[in-house]
């Protein structure tokens, strides 16, 4: 990157003004791409500095081995690993005390294990397109979340959300395809900026959903109108409309 040949440039002239030093300083890495390789597993890491890893399109399996090597990397806060094939998440997970963004759209998972509330900087979670059924499965969510991408998972309807409402930060929360049957009061209670719900079989909105008074982002695509008296005042302000299925 060209952070990493800036440092470097630096090491340079220090050497050329003042000689070398004894001893070396460890190399700077911050990011690690390798998608689409067929490398089986995370490689282990010399260097403690990797702030970013994405290993998509590989067939790695998220077992312990891997979450115990990404946890040596006490700086990691971004892992991807989408496209993969995988079904299950390890427990170890909860080793990664740092991560902030964890995507692991377009896999075959279908529960995370519930240690995954420990993850206390986890900001972002990415599942779209996995096997997920039930919200139940997610297990207790890590509190701090504030982006949730749940889309074209198999959810058979929402019968609970406990988990949802109880994530007091989250700004962005993505059900597209999801069978959503329904729609809870309290969602206003959240500072909601992006909500997609499209193609659910909801009839009715919650008599507080007008007071999401943050939220710019609506998607309703395929689902029933609603006028626009009944939806948050940004979105109703800038004429949303269930065709174009988005408001901004």
């Known amino acids: 990157t060209q952070s990493t040949w800036g ?24 990011s690690f791409l390798i998608r689409d390789s067929m490398i089986s597993e995370v490689p282990q890491f010399r260097s403690a500095r990797v702030q970013y890893i994405d290993v998509s399109a590989n067939p790695i399996l998220l077992s312990a081995l891997t979450f115990r090597r990404l946890a040596t990397l006490s700086r990691l806060t971004f892992f991807r690993f989408a496209h993969g094939g995988c079904t299950d998440v390890s427990s170890v997970v909860a080793q990664l005390l ?59 309807g929402i019968q609970s959300w406990e988990y949802i409402l109880s994530l007091s930060e989250l700004t962005r929360l993505d059900l597209q395809g999801c069978d959503v049957d329904h729609l809870p009061w309290g969602l206003s209670r959240l500072p909601l900026v992006h909500l997609a719900v499209s193609h659910g079989r909801f009839t009715s909105l919650p008599s507080d959903f007008a007071n999401l008074l943050h939220l ?26 269930h ?5 901004f």
């Open 216 to 241: 710019a982002f609506l998607d309703m695509r395929d689902t029933r109108r609603f006028p626009l008296s009944e939806l948050p005042p940004l979105c109703a302000r800038q004429g949303c409309t």
């Open 7 to 30: 440092l470097e440039a630096i090491g340079w002239v220090r050497v050329l003004l003042f000689g070398l030093p004894r001893v070396f300083p460890p190399p700077v890495v911050q």
């Open 243 to 247: 065709d174009a299925g988005c408001c």
């Open 98 to 156: 740092n991560l902030e963004q964890l995507h692991l759209g377009y896999n075959r998972i279908s529960f995370l294990p519930a240690e995954m509330a420990t993850l206390k900087r986890l900001r972002i979670l990415h599942l779209a397109d996995n096997q997920i059924r039930s919200l139940d499965d997610l297990g207790a969510l890590p509190p701090h979340l504030q982006s949730l991408v749940l889309t074209r998972n198999l959810l058979l």
